[in-house]
């Protein structure tokens, strides 16, 4: 067994001894909990090379199982408290919605590269998409009668076909549907200064007295079901049960092509997605209109997952949402440390500093942007990530491939 590979395990055992552990949520479809551990000594980059790519698949599937398994919990909560609205049950749907964002937020390390997530007909832009128009959904300050809740003469009857049809129709903001839509409906606007440091204050009387209160509940029950349908389609891709789909064609590559798709994917994350779209469009316009969640002041939980997403592709381990059972294998790390372990190192060491950079971050996020005090941490994390994409191009060269980490036009 490889020294990094050694490690990678002791890592995940560290993981799993600090972390919290949690009632296994109801889930609609089977799930394997055991830990997959590979145990086969690996000597030469060639064999890394061969059990890297089914290691990967290994962990898009489990990782994308726990978005789903959480967004379950998330339609349970939200359908229990439309059946008896409290103040209480609200709370109870924000802590779901919070605790649903923790696996998929991970998830985003698959993106960028070659997956079904980003196909033409991929589900990206109806799950996580922002930033949001509010007044598109629902009323907004200075505009009770905003949305497409409260337009009942355009759009007299909601369904899930309605909701996604409209989804970015007419604009890219025009987001209709997704977390953030959820969000939305559950924290409103956040209408307080950064300093506050608070997010949004919708009151559960939204659902029950107010003006089109049974539209809303049904809209983010809809919202709900809808995250559960393209959270499905992800899981059909990569299902290892499955013959025909995209993990299929993925493990039909050669391990190069396979690689070369895994770098490209988490060094444009952290380069150009994360460190540019994510984090430093909104600390230049210092706008917390541009931050990813904006209405639950739930940001700074968006950046540090997709940081420890990019980590668990380089080191090939994942810990699932239960903190019991894990995904983990032959890694990048393990390869790069038998190809060249000095920069096997000074890889190792550009991951741990961006993750350093980010968890360094003031919260909450819009707070972070705003102040004086905390935007150089802000900026430090976008160099911290520009520099470690950059590291990821490199250990495609040094692998033999081109990595290009900008994001696709």
Not at 18 to 31: D, L, Q, R, S
Not at 287 to 297: K, P
Not at 339 to 358: C, I, K, R, T
Request: hydrophobic fraction near 40%; charged fraction near 25%; include cysteine.
């Amino acid at each position: 067994m490889t020294k990094n590979l050694f490690n990678t395990l002791l890592l995940c055992a560290c993981i799993f001894a600090i972390a919290c552990e949690k009632e296994e949520p109801e889930v609609i479809i089977e799930t394997v909990t055991e830990t997959i551990i590979d145990t086969v000594e690996l000597s030469s980059a060639d064999d890394i090379k061969e059990a890297i790519p089914e290691n990967y698949a290994d962990m898009v599937y489990y990782n994308y199982l726990d978005a789903y398994n959480t967004a379950v919990e998330l339609q349970t909560a939200i359908n229990n408290f439309i059946d008896a609205p409290s103040a209480e049950l609200f709370e109870t749907v924000k802590i779901a919605w919070l605790d649903s964002r923790e696996p998929y937020g991970q998830t985003e390390a698959f993106r960028f590269a070659g997956g079904p997530i980003d196909a033409e007909d991929g589900p990206e832009g109806l799950l996580n998409a922002w930033p949001l128009d509010e007044s598109y959904i629902d009323y907004v300050d200075g505009d009770l009668s905003a949305g497409i809740i409260n337009d009942l003469v355009t759009y007299p009857v909601l369904d899930k076909a309605l909701l996604e049809s409209l989804n970015e129709a007419g604009g890219e903001e025009n987001i209709s549907i997704g977390y953030h839509a959820i969000e939305y409906l559950l924290w409103g606007q956040d209408l307080t200064a950064p300093s506050a440091m608070e997010a949004g204050k919708r009151e559960f009387t939204d659902f029950t007295t107010a003006t089109n209160a049974d539209r809303r509940g049904q809209y983010m029950q809809i919202c709900a079901e809808l995250i559960l349908d393209h959270l499905q389609l992800m899981l059909d891709d990569c299902d290892p049960n499955q013959s025909g789909n995209y993990r299929s064609t993925f493990l039909a590559l050669t391990p190069d092509e396979a690689i070369t798709n895994m770098l490209t994917g988490i060094g444009t994350l952290a380069k150009s997605e994360l460190a540019g779209e994510r984090i430093f469009t909104a600390y230049d316009n210092k706008d917390q209109e541009d931050e990813h969640s904006c209405f639950s002041d739930n940001t700074h939980r968006d950046t540090r997952l997709n940081a420890i997403g990019i980590r668990n592709v380089v080191t090939g381990c994942y810990l699932r949402s239960d903190g019991i059972s894990k995904v983990v294998g032959p890694s990048l790390l393990d390869l790069i440390a038998v190809v060249d372990p000095a920069f096997g190192e000074s890889l190792d060491q550009m991951m741990n500093e961006a993750l350093v950079a980010v968890d360094a971050t003031a919260i909450p996020f819009d707070f972070a942007i705003s102040d004086d005090s905390t935007r150089p941490a802000v900026l430090n994390s976008v160099g911290e990530l520009r520099e470690f994409g950059d590291g990821i191009a490199e250990l495609g060269t040094k692998l033999g491939l081109s990595i290009n980490t900008e994001l696709p036009e």
